[in-house]
Each structure stands twice: as structure tokens, then as C-alpha cells.
């Protein structure tokens, strides 16, 4: 069972940095039409949200794969609190009927909507990273 968590662990690293370099260059287009309209302030800000989380998603992709024992649940419980935070993006995608990455039906767009809690679940089961959150909301409780 360790090897596949390994495994599946490096796997999603890989995606992430793959994504995140995408949105630096060929893709980028795909993902700003992906940003919800309603923080779309600028054409400028816009294309900023998609530099910025590509960047992001270079760092925690990386960080995946750098980060093995007694971070790796940082690591993936941030991956997993970054994908809630771009779950609006994919429903707006869907919402507004945006044809993108290949998703060119609302069918085909509804269906990647519930991919997003698969990816939130492989980044805290490969990593630990429920360890993690669970200590981060022990010690907010705390406060």
C-alpha cells in the first residue's frame, strides 16, 4: 500500500506541475476563461489570477515531490485546500457554458465537477494530509 500512495503521491506532483506550467504558457487562454466572471475586476487582473495560481500550482506540485516524510502532509493538505479555493473556476466553467479544455458540453462539464473531490481526496490520502488539517483545526479551536 506504501508504494502505491508513492506512487500515486509523485503522480499527482507531476499533474500539478504539468498544470501549473500551463497556465504559464500554452493553456493560458483556456484558464482565463476559466476565472469566474465576478473577479474578473481587469482583462490585467485576470491574467494575473492565472499566472499566480499556475505559480502556485508549480509550488505545491513540486512540493508533492520534494516533501516526503515529515512534511508531505503539509504539503498535501495545501494542495487539497487549494483545490476548494479554484472549485469556483470549474463551476463556472459549467455555469457559463465555456468551452474548455476540451469540455465543450455542459454534460462533459458537469462530469468534471465531481472530479474535484477525487483530487482533494488522492492529496490528503497520499500525503497524510488529514493529520494535518485535523492539527491546524484543533489549534484554530484553541485559539
Not at 35 to 61: K, M, N, R, Y
Not at 100 to 108: I, Q, V, W, Y
Not at 111 to 129: E, K, S
Request: a positive charge; hydrophobic letters at 60%; aromatic letters at 18%.
Amino acid at each position: 500500500m506504501r508504494f502505491i500512495k508513492a506512487f500515486l503521491k509523485i503522480l499527482l506532483g507531476l499533474f500539478m506541475v504539468f498544470a501549473g506550467f500551463n497556465h504559464l504558457t500554452f493553456a493560458r487562454e483556456e484558464f482565463v476563461a476559466q476565472v469566474p466572471v465576478w473577479i474578473q475586476f481587469t482583462p490585467g487582473f485576470t491574467d494575473f489570477v492565472v499566472l499566480a495560481s499556475g505559480v502556485v500550482e508549480i509550488i505545491l506540485g513540486m512540493a508533492m515531490l520534494a516533501l516526503w516524510k515529515k512534511y508531505a502532509g503539509w504539503a498535501g493538505a495545501a494542495l487539497a485546500i487549494f483545490y476548494v479555493l479554484i472549485f469556483p473556476g470549474n463551476i463556472n466553467q459549467y455555469v457559463e457554458h465555456i468551452n474548455a479544455f476540451g469540455l465543450d458540453t455542459d454534460r462533459a462539464r458537469l462530469i468534471r465537477l465531481f472530479f474535484q473531490p477525487v483530487l482533494i481526496l488522492w492529496a490528503l490520502w497520499t500525503t497524510g494530509g488529514w493529520q494535518t488539517i485535523k492539527l491546524w483545526c484543533k489549534s484554530l479551536s484553541k485559539k
